[in-house]
């Protein structure tokens, strides 16, 4: 994670005061950043092997703040605390360990390098309108994740929106700062009327109770500021800028921007409803509708490298083989899979040849030829090379058949290696799957052999 800074690359910044050598167990290496209420390290962790950011509160009162401050501070710290290792999505910043220091309390993180989405909501520096959907995407469903660990963000906007870079293209992006998030299920004091004025929905604002839709409406305010390069509302004062967010319509996006699609204007538009009943009814219809915009091309794509991210997730979960794998190990798959295109004729596997990797088909078929004669035909969604995976020795791991693209394919395939990579809990989804696979197999075999045991 970094702090809510100017809009700068993620380097260190020229430090405001001695860095100190090490907090806790781990080494700092340089000041990040600095916020109203802390200060952000970069560290490392010897122990683990890592690099860390390191969240510390300010002892005391920081110069020229409210009195009430370190009140604040604790209740900040606490929500964020109470988060430890609860968090585990690939677009969540994870939160590794919080130190409840009696002088200055400070909080373990992830560390992301990049920068912020603040960084690209100038006029002189917008993302194309592809770069946005795709992040608000991964913005949606990272949001439906955390809602549905009964939490609500409350403080949704560019600059607590990490971005990772890739020749200066964003590739990913992390949501940060759960300093001001409200659990849904805890009976514990919590703050209220909290977060970032531009991007506040109106419910927030009246203090009034809170549900998914607030953060639905911020994260409609950081969209429409990445598409336009300026915020919805805007004012010289914070009580005419809380009176907008109340009353006013923002300008017309098409008017601030050429080639926006009426879909995307017309969702950017519902999130910010001033009533929450009128906005999209879920996350995972506001992430669908945005996905949409590329499935049906609505917006113009610019990119050469092949589909997005966003695609691809929603391939999967359309295929049979991913029927039982939940959100964060579909994302897992989109990350870690290489993700490869077959033309017809193309063969996978020759008989002879030794398993070294698996494919899943997610668009094609294949055909399973032994001396020429056709065994069977595999479509979107079935695995194949499979043994290179399950098999306990090498000789399991010879074909006995070629394996020849019949029509043109996309696959997702992995090695034993790299799947070995993926959590403990997706590798297990793996397994699952492949046995649901091999029993169909073993079924059709039987019923092709007119065997008389029926297996189900």
Known sequence: MRADTPSTPLAPLA???????????????????????????????????????????????????????????????????????????????????????????????????????????????????????????????????????????????????????????????????????????????????????????????????????????????????LISGRAPFDAATQAALMGQIYTATPPPLAGLRDGVPVALEALVHDALAKRADDRPASWDDFAQRLAELVSRRLIPLQRLQGPLDSERFNLLRTLEFFGEFDDVALWEVVHRARWQRFPAGHALYRKGQQGTSFHILAQGEVQVLRESELVTRLGAGTSVGEMAYLAPNAELRTYSTDVVVAQPCITVSFTPETLQQLGASTRQLFDAAFIRVLVRRLHAAHEALAHPRRIV
């Open 15 to 225: 430090p405001a005061a001695p860095l100190p050598r090490s907090i806790g167990k781990y080494r700092v290496v340089a000041r990040l950043g600095e916020g109203a209420t802390s200060e952000v390290f970069l560290a490392r962790d010897e122990f683990a092997g890592r690099e860390v950011a390191i969240k510390r509160v300010y002892p005391g009162t920081a110069p020229g703040a409210d009195v009430t401050l370190p009140q604040l501070q604790a209740r900040f710290f606490a929500a964020e605390a109470a988060l430890v290792g609860k968090l585990q999505h690939p677009n969540v910043v994870q939160i590794l360990d919080a130190v409840p220091d009696p002088v200055a309390p400070y909080l373990v993180m992830e560390y992301v390098p990049g920068t912020t989405l603040r960084d690209y909501c100038r006029p002189d520096r917008l993302l194309s309108l592809e770069q946005i959907v795709e992040i608000g995407f991964k913005c949606a469903m990272a949001l439906g994740y955390v809602h549905r660990q009964g939490l609500i963000h409350r403080d949704v906007k560019p600059a607590n929106v990490l971005a990772q870079l890739q020749r200066e293209q964003v590739v990913d992006i992390k949501i940060t700062d759960f300093g001001s998030v409200l659990q849904l299920e805890s009976d514990r004091t919590q703050v209220f009327r909290v977060g970032s004025l531009a991007y506040m929905s109106p419910e927030q604002l009246d203090g009034s109770t809170l549900d998914a839709r607030a953060d639905m409406y911020s994260l409609g305010a950081v969209l429409y500021h």
